[in-house]
């Protein structure tokens, strides 16, 4: 079982700054890569960067430069990940999802969270 839980959305002003932190609980699962999406009412999930159990990490070209995905840190038995967010603009406005692509023996499964609002108001 994997259990990812988001904290850190919320109303922040446009060009303000958020961080959030995405925490898996993992039980028997290695994870791979742990990464960020959202999606805003109407629109398809959109990717927003990965970071891979290797250290890598790509970010979309659409939030590069603004959004920056941290390192996976491991405390006991929880994989934290985190997304800085600055220069925050109306159209980031939506629910920012936690993504992690984990495999147990040689079966491969994706996982997410429950989601978190961030809303930009101008």
């Known amino acids: 079982q994997v259990q990812l839980v988001e904290s850190g959305g919320g109303l922040v002003q446009v060009g303000g700054s958020l961080r959030l932190s995405c925490a898996a609980s993992?039980?028997?699962?290695?994870?791979?890569?742990m990464g960020w999406y959202r999606q805003s009412p109407g629109s398809q999930r959109e990717w927003l960067a990965t970071?891979?159990?290797?250290?890598?990490?790509?970010?979309?070209d659409s939030v590069k430069g603004r959004f920056t995905i941290s390192t996976i840190s491991r405390d006991n038995t929880k994989n934290t990940v985190d997304l800085q967010m600055n220069n925050l603009k109306p159209e980031d406005t939506a629910v920012y999802y936690c993504?992690?692509?984990?495999?147990?023996?040689?079966?491969?499964?994706?996982?997410w969270g429950q989601g978190t609002q961030v809303t930009v108001s101008s």
């Open positions: 993504h992690a692509y984990v495999r147990r023996g040689s079966s491969s499964y994706d996982w």
């Open positions: 993992e039980s028997g699962f290695s994870i791979r890569t």
């Open positions: 970071r891979t159990s290797g250290g890598s990490s790509n970010t979309a």
